[in-house]
């Protein structure tokens, strides 16, 4: 079955950098696009940022867009999310996930197109 397995969260104060990786098995993962998700205390979980399965096109939510740059190797089935000048407002459960037979561009819009796996998450928290 698909599994999706994140790293690389942890405490960094605001300005920092951090890398997640998220390691995906059970599935053709060079055929699948790869997003990742965020969810902060209280708060709904939302869209961070996705990358294709093929040429690599890249989306971005606008409040990450310019600091966090999302990646992949498919050799190694793993997608990554390199976040550059951290905020305390980026502190939450970052969530690795997929879709099958979908784009990159709909999970930008995933609440009507739905997820369909997701990971388990990773922490990340941000001091100020």
């Known amino acids: 079955q698909v599994q999706l397995v994140e790293s690389g969260g942890g405490l960094v104060q605001a300005g920092g950098s951090l890398r997640l990786s998220c390691s995906g098995s059970g599935f053709t993962f060079s055929r699948y696009a790869m997003g990742w998700f965020r969810q902060a205390p209280g708060k709904e979980r939302e869209f961070v940022a996705a990358i294709s399965w093929s040429i690599g096109y890249t989306y971005y939510a606008d409040s990450v867009k310019g600091r966090f740059t999302i990646s992949r190797d498919n050799a190694k089935n793993t997608v990554y999310l390199q976040m550059n000048t951290l905020k305390p407002e980026d502190t939450a459960v970052y969530y690795c996930?997929?879709?099958?037979?979908?784009?990159?561009?709909?999970?930008?819009?995933?609440?009507?197109?739905?997820?369909?796996?997701w990971g388990s998450g990773t922490l990340v928290t941000v001091s100020s």
């Open positions: 996930a997929t879709n099958s037979g979908t784009t990159a561009q709909a999970m930008v819009d995933w609440k009507r197109y739905g997820i369909d796996h």
